[in-house]
C-alpha cells in the first residue's frame, strides 16, 4: 500500500479556508485517495475520497495533482467544530484496507 | 443516518483479566474491521471480517486476542489475559463489501479500555 506524509500540525483561523496537504508519491493507478478526520474521543469521520479527478461534497473539496501524486483538503470555510487530526489514507483495491498514518492536527481559532 | 454501534463506552479492567468489546455494524455490511488506537496515533487494523470469515488477522496478538462474528452480523472482541500495554481507544468499523474500495467505511464511537 502507498504511504502519505502529511504536516504534522496546522492552524487556521476561523472562517478561513483550510487546506491540508498530502503527498503520496508511490500511488499506483488503482489506488484511492480517502480522507477521514477524528474529533477528539470519537470514531473516524469519514470526509471524501477521489481517484484522478477532483472532488467536492458537502464537508470539503479534494483536489488531486494530474500526476496524482499529491493532493490538498479543502475545508472552505473553517469553524471551530472542525479542530480535529486529518488523516489522508492511500486506499488499495487489492487489499481493501484503510491504512491510517498519524495524520495532521488542524487547530481552529477564533 | 445508519451507525455502527459500540459497547461499552468506556470499560477499566485490571491486569490479568479478561475483557470483551461488542460491535453491531450497519445493517446490510458485509465487511467489519476491529482497530486498536493507542493515544497519540492513528488507528491500527486488527482483523477485518468478510460475513462470518476473518480475512486478515496478521496484527492480531492471537496469544491474547480473539474476534468472532459467529453469524456474520455482530461481532465480539476479546483480551484475556489484558496487559497495561492493551489500554487504547478499540474502534470498530464496517463497509458494505470487500473489494468495493469506492465506499468509505464507517466507524463507531469506539471503546476506551484502561488497564490498571
Same mark, same amino acid.
Given at each position: 500500500d502507498a504511504k502519505t506524509t502529511q504536516p504534522p500540525s496546522m492552524d487556521c483561523a476561523e472562517g478561513r479556508a483550510a487546506n491540508l496537504p498530502c503527498n503520496h508519491?508511490?500511488?499506483?493507478?488503482n489506488e484511492y485517495v480517502y480522507w477521514y478526520r477524528q474529533i477528539h474521543s470519537q470514531g473516524p469521520q469519514y470526509i471524501i475520497h477521489g481517484l484522478k479527478n477532483n472532488e467536492t461534497n458537502e464537508m470539503a473539496s479534494l483536489i488531486i495533482t494530474e500526476d496524482r501524486k499529491s493532493s490538498t483538503l479543502i475545508l472552505p470555510h473553517a469553524t471551530l467544530r472542525d479542530t480535529a487530526v486529518y488523516y489522508c489514507i492511500v486506499r488499495s483495491s487489492h487489499t481493501d484496507k484503510l491504512i491510517f498514518g498519524t495524520g495532521t492536527r488542524l487547530q481552529v481559532f477564533p | 443516518e445508519a451507525e455502527v454501534a459500540q459497547s461499552p463506552r468506556y470499560k477499566i479492567t485490571e491486569k490479568s483479566q479478561a475483557v470483551a468489546f461488542w460491535c453491531d455494524p450497519i445493517s446490510g455490511h458485509a465487511t467489519l474491521y476491529w482497530y486498536r488506537q493507542i493515544l497519540g496515533q492513528g488507528p491500527e487494523l486488527l482483523v477485518q471480517f468478510q460475513d462470518e470469515s476473518?480475512? !486478515? !488477522? &496478521? %496484527? /492480531?496478538?492471537?496469544d491474547r486476542f480473539s474476534a468472532e462474528r459467529l453469524k456474520g452480523v455482530d461481532s465480539t472482541l476479546k483480551i484475556q489475559?489484558?496487559? /497495561?500495554? !492493551? &489500554?487504547a481507544m478499540y474502534l470498530c468499523a464496517s463497509s458494505p %463489501? +470487500?473489494?468495493? +474500495?469506492?465506499y468509505g467505511y464507517t466507524f463507531g464511537s469506539g471503546t476506551r479500555l484502561t488497564v490498571v
Open positions: 508519491s508511490t500511488i499506483s493507478g | 476473518v480475512v !486478515d !488477522d &496478521s %496484527q /492480531l496478538p492471537k489475559p489484558a496487559e /497495561l500495554g !492493551d &489500554s %463489501q +470487500t473489494g468495493i +474500495t469506492n
